[in-house]
């Protein structure tokens, strides 16, 4: 279920994180349909609505080469989040599970990551499919999905088990 802030039976709040952090930047502004967390999916869809990612300047020439990709990896920072629960209740129904176990926007530092269709590149815009965040979400980063430095894929639970 989506919250807006409330705090729900089983849920435990600690104190929130104090404002010394990395110092990240915004490079840009996510535009989306969404304007209500109720009505955002959960996690985006390669199906879904064509979105907007405008690159503030002067890292809009960074986008340089990323037309060659399929797909993109962007993350966002869930700006409306609450950021002080460590167990949650995503069904809201008392049972809470540690915030680390879930890909809920409620965390210390809601970070956001969505793997989009790149659907084109229009000057200072990114235009993509598979996003899930409010209409003007602040933009931290854009990645391509598969380079010469793509990650290794997930291990599945089971992998390392000696025997
Ligand atoms: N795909 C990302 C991930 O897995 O890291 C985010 C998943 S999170 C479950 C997506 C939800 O975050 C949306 O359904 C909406 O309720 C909420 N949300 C979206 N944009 C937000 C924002 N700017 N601030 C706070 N909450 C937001």
Not at 108 to 117: E, F, Q, R, W, Y
Not at 129 to 156: E, H, V, Y
Request: aromatic letters at 6%.
């Amino acid at each position: 279920m989506v919250r807006e802030s409330e705090i729900r039976a089983g849920e435990v709040a600690v104190a929130p994180p104090r404002g010394d952090d990395a110092g990240l930047t915004f490079i840009g502004r996510i535009h989306t349909p969404w304007t209500s967390r109720l009505e955002t999916p959960r996690q985006g869809r390669r199906d879904g609505p064509i979105c907007r990612i405008e690159i503030f300047a002067p890292w809009d020439q960074g986008l340089r080469g990323l037309e060659q990709y399929a797909s993109v990896e962007v993350i966002y920072w869930l700006h409306l989040s609450r950021r002080d629960l460590v167990l949650q209740s995503p069904k809201n129904d008392g049972h809470a599970r540690g915030t680390f176990s879930l890909r809920s926007p409620v965390r210390p530092n809601p970070l956001g990551t969505s793997l989009a269709v790149l659907v084109g590149i229009e000057g200072n815009i990114v235009l993509v499919r598979g996003l899930d965040c409010l209409d003007g979400t602040p933009l931290l980063d854009i990645k391509p999905d598969r380079c010469a430095f793509t990650p290794l894929a997930p291990p599945q639970k089971g992998d390392f088990e000696v025997g």
